[in-house]
Protein backbone atom coordinates (compact mmCIF):
# COMPACT_ATOMS: atom_id res chain seq x y z
CA UNK A 1 0.00 0.00 0.00
CA UNK A 2 1.47 3.64 -1.21
CA UNK A 3 2.02 5.74 1.59
CA UNK A 4 -0.81 8.34 0.10
CA UNK A 5 -3.31 5.53 0.12
CA UNK A 6 -2.46 4.75 3.42
CA UNK A 7 -2.61 8.99 5.28
CA UNK A 8 -6.03 8.85 2.61
CA UNK A 9 -7.33 5.78 5.05
CA UNK A 10 -6.10 7.63 8.30
CA UNK A 11 -8.12 10.80 7.01
CA UNK A 12 -10.94 8.61 6.58
CA UNK A 13 -11.04 7.00 10.06
CA UNK A 14 -10.80 10.29 11.47
CA UNK A 15 -14.16 11.15 9.64
CA UNK A 16 -17.69 9.45 10.57
CA UNK A 17 -19.11 7.28 7.76
CA UNK A 18 -21.35 10.05 6.61
CA UNK A 19 -18.63 11.65 5.20
CA UNK A 20 -17.30 8.74 2.81
CA UNK A 21 -15.74 9.90 -0.81
CA UNK A 22 -18.67 7.76 -2.45
CA UNK A 23 -21.13 10.60 -2.16
CA UNK A 24 -22.48 12.60 -4.58
CA UNK A 25 -21.58 16.33 -5.15
CA UNK A 26 -25.45 16.59 -4.59
CA UNK A 27 -25.35 14.77 -1.59
CA UNK A 28 -22.42 16.91 -0.24
CA UNK A 29 -24.51 20.22 -0.99
CA UNK A 30 -27.32 18.91 1.06
CA UNK A 31 -25.56 17.85 3.87
CA UNK A 32 -23.78 21.47 3.80
CA UNK A 33 -26.67 22.95 3.73
CA UNK A 34 -27.97 21.08 6.55
CA UNK A 35 -25.20 21.44 8.54
CA UNK A 36 -25.19 25.02 8.04
CA UNK A 37 -29.08 25.46 8.95
CA UNK A 38 -27.96 23.39 12.04
CA UNK A 39 -25.42 25.69 13.25
CA UNK A 40 -27.57 28.95 12.38
CA UNK A 41 -30.43 27.18 14.68
CA UNK A 42 -28.04 26.18 17.04
CA UNK A 43 -26.90 29.67 17.54
CA UNK A 44 -29.98 31.58 17.69
CA UNK A 45 -31.19 29.07 20.32
CA UNK A 46 -28.51 29.56 22.60
CA UNK A 47 -28.87 32.95 22.45
CA UNK A 48 -32.43 33.38 22.99
CA UNK A 49 -32.18 34.62 26.13
CA UNK A 50 -30.64 37.69 24.43
CA UNK A 51 -33.27 37.99 21.53
CA UNK A 52 -35.66 40.73 23.96
CA UNK A 53 -32.91 41.62 26.45
CA UNK A 54 -32.75 45.24 27.10
CA UNK A 55 -30.12 47.74 26.90
CA UNK A 56 -27.76 47.32 30.14
CA UNK A 57 -23.95 49.47 31.01
CA UNK A 58 -22.35 51.19 28.61
CA UNK A 59 -25.52 50.60 26.32
CA UNK A 60 -26.90 53.91 27.43
CA UNK A 61 -24.00 56.23 26.42
CA UNK A 62 -23.30 54.21 23.10
CA UNK A 63 -26.84 53.93 22.06
CA UNK A 64 -29.97 55.55 24.19
CA UNK A 65 -28.14 58.37 25.27
CA UNK A 66 -25.94 59.34 21.68
CA UNK A 67 -26.95 62.14 20.44
CA UNK A 68 -24.50 61.42 17.32
CA UNK A 69 -27.02 59.01 16.77
CA UNK A 70 -30.00 61.26 15.59
CA UNK A 71 -27.70 64.62 14.95
CA UNK A 72 -28.48 65.67 11.75
CA UNK A 73 -24.18 66.08 11.58
CA UNK A 74 -23.96 62.94 13.47
CA UNK A 75 -22.65 60.84 10.70
CA UNK A 76 -20.02 63.45 9.73
CA UNK A 77 -18.99 64.31 13.18
CA UNK A 78 -18.90 60.28 14.35
CA UNK A 79 -16.25 59.76 11.17
CA UNK A 80 -14.26 63.28 11.49
CA UNK A 81 -14.59 64.47 15.25
CA UNK A 82 -13.37 62.98 18.70
CA UNK A 83 -16.85 63.93 19.83
CA UNK A 84 -17.78 60.44 19.99
CA UNK A 85 -18.90 58.70 23.74
CA UNK A 86 -16.21 57.21 24.90
CA UNK A 87 -14.48 55.95 22.64
CA UNK A 88 -13.71 56.65 18.62
CA UNK A 89 -15.17 53.16 16.93
CA UNK A 90 -16.79 55.26 14.30
CA UNK A 91 -17.67 51.76 12.30
CA UNK A 92 -19.67 50.69 15.34
CA UNK A 93 -21.22 53.73 15.82
CA UNK A 94 -22.06 54.27 12.15
CA UNK A 95 -24.28 50.73 12.48
CA UNK A 96 -25.94 52.30 16.10
CA UNK A 97 -27.15 55.11 13.62
CA UNK A 98 -28.51 52.95 10.58
CA UNK A 99 -30.12 50.95 13.45
CA UNK A 100 -31.60 54.22 15.12
CA UNK A 101 -32.87 55.23 11.98
CA UNK A 102 -34.67 51.28 11.67
CA UNK A 103 -35.87 50.75 14.74
CA UNK A 104 -35.34 53.52 16.94
CA UNK A 105 -34.88 52.60 20.88
CA UNK A 106 -36.37 49.12 20.33
CA UNK A 107 -33.31 47.08 22.02
CA UNK A 108 -34.49 43.32 20.24
CA UNK A 109 -32.96 44.79 16.78
CA UNK A 110 -29.80 46.04 17.57
CA UNK A 111 -29.62 42.46 19.91
CA UNK A 112 -30.64 40.94 16.59
CA UNK A 113 -27.56 42.27 14.27
CA UNK A 114 -24.86 40.95 16.79
CA UNK A 115 -26.55 37.54 16.59
CA UNK A 116 -26.84 37.51 12.87
CA UNK A 117 -23.16 38.88 13.15
CA UNK A 118 -22.17 35.82 15.45
CA UNK A 119 -23.70 33.41 13.50
CA UNK A 120 -22.03 34.76 10.36
CA UNK A 121 -18.42 34.33 11.97
CA UNK A 122 -19.37 31.21 13.36
CA UNK A 123 -20.55 30.19 9.39
CA UNK A 124 -17.23 31.93 8.06
CA UNK A 125 -14.71 30.10 10.37
CA UNK A 126 -16.14 26.73 9.32
CA UNK A 127 -15.79 27.72 5.81
CA UNK A 128 -12.05 28.43 6.55
CA UNK A 129 -11.51 25.19 8.98
CA UNK A 130 -13.27 22.78 6.21
CA UNK A 131 -10.95 24.49 3.61
CA UNK A 132 -8.24 23.59 5.37
CA UNK A 133 -8.91 20.13 5.42
CA UNK A 134 -9.44 20.24 9.62
CA UNK A 135 -10.94 16.88 10.96
CA UNK A 136 -14.05 18.29 13.10
CA UNK A 137 -14.24 21.39 11.54
CA UNK A 138 -17.90 21.71 11.97
CA UNK A 139 -17.94 20.83 15.50
CA UNK A 140 -15.36 23.86 15.81
CA UNK A 141 -17.18 26.09 14.75
CA UNK A 142 -19.93 24.93 16.55
CA UNK A 143 -17.76 25.25 19.75
CA UNK A 144 -16.74 28.64 18.68
CA UNK A 145 -20.65 29.63 18.43
CA UNK A 146 -21.53 28.60 21.90
CA UNK A 147 -18.76 28.89 23.93
CA UNK A 148 -19.88 30.93 26.68
CA UNK A 149 -16.83 33.29 26.54
CA UNK A 150 -18.96 34.82 23.53
CA UNK A 151 -21.97 35.42 25.74
CA UNK A 152 -20.59 39.36 26.43
CA UNK A 153 -19.75 40.03 22.93
CA UNK A 154 -23.09 38.97 21.08
CA UNK A 155 -25.68 40.26 24.20
CA UNK A 156 -24.04 43.49 25.34
CA UNK A 157 -25.13 45.95 22.46
CA UNK A 158 -21.83 48.15 22.63
CA UNK A 159 -20.18 45.18 22.61
CA UNK A 160 -20.46 44.85 18.42
CA UNK A 161 -16.78 45.69 18.48
CA UNK A 162 -16.11 42.39 18.90
CA UNK A 163 -18.50 40.74 16.49
CA UNK A 164 -17.88 43.16 13.73
CA UNK A 165 -13.49 42.15 13.97
CA UNK A 166 -14.44 38.56 14.02
CA UNK A 167 -16.51 38.94 10.74
CA UNK A 168 -13.72 41.60 8.96
CA UNK A 169 -10.83 38.82 10.42
CA UNK A 170 -12.77 35.73 9.08
CA UNK A 171 -13.53 37.31 5.77
CA UNK A 172 -9.78 38.21 5.43
CA UNK A 173 -8.64 34.43 6.38
CA UNK A 174 -11.33 33.59 3.78
CA UNK A 175 -9.89 30.79 1.24
CA UNK A 176 -9.46 31.48 -2.12
CA UNK A 177 -7.80 35.06 -1.27
CA UNK A 178 -4.52 36.05 -1.92
CA UNK A 179 -2.25 38.81 -0.68
CA UNK A 180 -0.62 41.23 -3.00
CA UNK A 181 2.77 39.41 -1.29
CA UNK A 182 1.70 36.14 -2.79
CA UNK A 183 0.65 37.80 -6.03
CA UNK A 184 3.96 39.20 -6.60
CA UNK A 185 6.70 37.06 -6.77
Not at 4 to 24: G, W, Y
Not at 54 to 69: E, K, M
Not at 72 to 79: N, S
Amino acid sequence: MSDSHEEKSVANAAEPEFLDDDITAREKMVRTVALAFLLIAVTVVAYQKAWHAGFIWNDDGSVTANQLLTAPDGLKRIWLSLDSPARYLPLVFTTFRIEHALWGLNASGYHWVNIVLHVANALLLWRLLHVLELPGSWLGAALFALHPVHIESVAWITQRTNVLMGLFFCSRCSPGRTSSRATSR
